[in-house]
Structures are given as C-alpha cells and as structure tokens.
C-alpha cells in the first residue's frame, strides 16, 4: 500500500490535545516530504504543517505556529502532528499527504491518506 494511513482523530474539548499519526510505506517513505492538511465543512483544504525528507526543515500556518509540531520517525515510517492548546476552528478532517519536497500546495503531494476527523468542542 502507497497511500498514507492517518490516524488519531477524535473529540477533545478547547484546550485539549491530540496527536495524529501517519503512516506510509518504506518505497515512498524514508524519500518524501510530509504535509499535514485540514478541511472544515464547507471550506477548501489548506495546508497545515509540512515536513521535508530528514526531518531538518518544517513549516506551519500562522493559525497554528506555536500550538502544532510536526514530526517524523524514519524508522517507523511515521509522521506525527502533536496539537496543543486546540480551538474550535481546528474541527475538520486533517489529511497526510507525500510529496518530492515540502510545500504549502496541494498539488506537490503525489500520495494521500483518507483522512482522520478531528472535532474541538467549545
């Protein structure tokens, strides 16, 4: 299986965590960029956190820097997103996604995992 596998998702009150794991294959792994995205009912998805092949270089949306890190085990063929200090306006359904390099945009990412759903109540 090329495809991501997210995991994690669930129901936490304001101000709760939650970490969210996604798993890939070795083939595409240990050689691709990370990028977790999100989408709210009714919105597009957008870009939250991106990681690039070593793990050196990360990148956040405004909305979450200081709250989400993003991470990586090579090993484990695993990316993580720990969220922190959630708000309401992260509910959506958040996708992994692998690409050639990090990128903010959707259509660098070649491979997509099905989503897992994560839901802030106030």
């Known amino acids: 299986q090329v495809q991501p596998v997210e995991s994690g998702g669930g129901l936490v009150q304001a101000g709760g965590s939650l970490r969210l794991s996604c798993a890939a294959s070795?083939?595409?792994?240990?050689?691709?960029?990370f990028g977790w995205f999100r989408q709210a009912p009714g919105k597009e998805r957008e870009f939250v956190a991106g990681i690039n092949w070593s793990g050196g270089r990360t990148s956040y949306a405004d909305s979450v820097k200081g709250r989400f890190t993003i991470s990586r085990d090579n090993p484990k063929n695993t990316v993580y997103l720990q969220m922190n200090s959630l708000k309401p306006e992260d509910t959506g359904v958040y996708y992994c996604?692998?690409?050639?390099?990090?990128?903010?945009?959707?259509?660098?990412?070649?491979?997509w995992g099905q989503g897992t759903q994560v839901t802030v109540s106030s």
């Open positions: 996604g692998a690409g050639p390099h990090l990128s903010v945009r959707i259509v660098d990412y070649d491979y």
């Open positions: 070795t083939r595409i792994f240990s050689n691709y960029a």
